[in-house]
């Protein structure tokens, strides 16, 4: 099967037919050929010149499609060439070939021409001043140098440049990919912490109030609603302070409002009484030292989302809340009754145990939450291991 070389460049089209053409001019003004060239010259006259630059015109149309081809026959071209009066332009664009045959072909072949051509021109070199011992036998080598190893030289440095420059572009458009991966997570991360700081901070308010609101709608006791009105207005006060605290993390440095500060383990106090005023049988047991400011954060919102679930899913029965620290852990604990209900209290997104999960991967912790059999009864229990050793006690 026959194969196909690729359409070449319109610029080696326009190269070799400038060639072609020079050579036709320099030749038709007597310009560019040597005229007096001794015993070597078997060909004299102009028309012979043209068939060696003719043939490496066309070698020149094939200096990127086939550069290594276009070599060899330019070379035997070249050869041709020395047989005659020699035109300027053959030589010319022999140099041409020779450069673009280092710089366009296999990085083998270009490394064999630097060492072939560098080898010819000191052969060219030695040699004549060896055998004929005049300086002007160092020309010869000179004019090598200059048509052989010059453009093979100059075609290799310019390739090493090209290399370069491709392989940093590499780097760069690698670095940009990076860079705009690590922007991606960052976005992702910050969303998902958004999503829990959210979650956390209003679920358990609303639960609340959609609980209490049921019970003030469908009792016809006045006192009854007055309690539930009043459940229902700390629990928005309560959110929306919540939500300013959010706020106040997003808004910038340079914003007019300070951000509210972050939840500690001595407001879990707080947190049992509004989840005992809602309805829930709590017991807390807090024994701990300073913890990390993550750590903290952390703990307390795994217990305010328990108790959340607890209101929404729990049968009636004691929450207990335990809290203590050993081996550099601080181990969270909630567990409520556990058994079979109608439906929850109040809907739910379903990202609690998400988040919590998420709360205590991020401080390379471990998480469980599941039914589990004790000797009060069946118990739904939430359980957190968080290590101390992230950052130094507040």
Partial sequence: MAVRLPRPPRFDVYAGLGGLLGGLLLAWIGLGTWTSRGPLTLFDGTWPVLVPLV?????????????????????????????????????????????????????????????????????????????????????????????????????WIVRNHRDAAEAARLRAEQTAL??????????????????RELHDMVANHLSAIAIHSTAALSLDDPKTSREALSVIRENS??????????????????????PLPAPTLDGLAALADGARANGLEVTLDAAHDAVPAPVELAAYRIVQESLTNALKHAC???????????????????????????????????????????????????????????????????????????GEPA
């Fill in 55 to 155: 043939v490496m015109s066309g070698c020149e149309v094939l200096r990127r499609t086939a550069p290594r081809a276009a070599l060899l026959i330019g070379t035997a071209a070249l050869a041709l060439d020395t047989v005659t009066q020699s035109s300027l332009a053959t030589i010319l664009m022999f140099t041409d070939l020779l450069y673009a045959a280092v710089l366009y072909g296999p990085p083998a072949s270009a490394r064999r021409l630097q060492w072939i051509t560098g080898l010819l021109t000191v052969a060219a070199t030695v040699v004549p001043l060896a055998v004929w011992r005049v300086p002007q036998a160092l020309l010869i080598g000179v004019v090598v140098g200059v048509v052989a190893y010059g453009p093979a030289s100059t075609g």
């Fill in 237 to 258: 006060v309560e959110g929306l302070a919540e939500m300013r605290r959010l706020i106040g993390i997003l808004r910038d440095a340079g914003g007019d409002r300070e």
């Fill in 316 to 390: 009636p029965g004691r929450v207990a809340v335990t809290l203590a620290q050993r081996d550099g852990v601080l181990d969270v604990a909630v567990t409520s009754p556990f058994g079979d209900r109608g439906g929850p209290r109040a809907p739910g997104s379903g990202a609690g145990l998400v988040g919590m999960r998420e709360r205590v991967a991020l401080l390379g912790g471990v998480f469980e939450a599941g039914p589990e059999e004790s000797a009060g009864g069946r118990m739904w229990a939430v359980r957190a291991a968080l290590p101390l050793s992230e």
């Fill in 178 to 195: 990076l860079a705009e991966t690590d922007r991606v997570q960052a976005v992702t991360s910050e969303r998902s912490r958004m999503a």
